[in-house]
């Protein structure tokens, strides 16, 4: 079962976990507009995370209310896919990588 209303957990990618946690809702900036969701990844007992960057929600875009933030495990795996195609390498070393991803989290 699905549970979309959490602020972090774990998926499964692959047979690798993946840890993950909402790190800024959808707000406004005064000098870039409207920010997405942002959230960090990490793979269980690596070193190098990744945060995905999704653009605002329409609905914001048009002047509508916020509604309830809705984040899936399948929207998450989507977006750690798409990180790794990206170039993610979980296992290396550095800064964490930025992927910006679209509202399905590819």
Not at 11 to 25: A, F, I
Not at 71 to 99: C, H, N, Y
């Amino acid at each position: 079962m699905t549970n979309i209303h959490r602020l972090s957990g774990i998926v499964d990618v692959d047979g690798l976990q993946y840890e993950w946690e909402l790190r800024s809702e959808p707000q406004w900036s005064e000098s870039e507009g409207w920010k997405g969701v942002t959230i960090a990844l990490l793979r269980k007992h690596t070193q190098r995370g990744a945060m995905l960057e999704f653009p605002p929600p329409k609905r914001l875009m048009k002047g509508m209310p916020r509604g309830r933030l809705q984040i899936s495990d399948a929207v998450v795996i989507r977006g750690i896919q798409a990180a790794l195609q990206a170039g993610w390498e979980p296992t290396s070393r550095g800064k964490p990588m930025v992927f910006m991803v679209d509202a399905d989290g590819n």
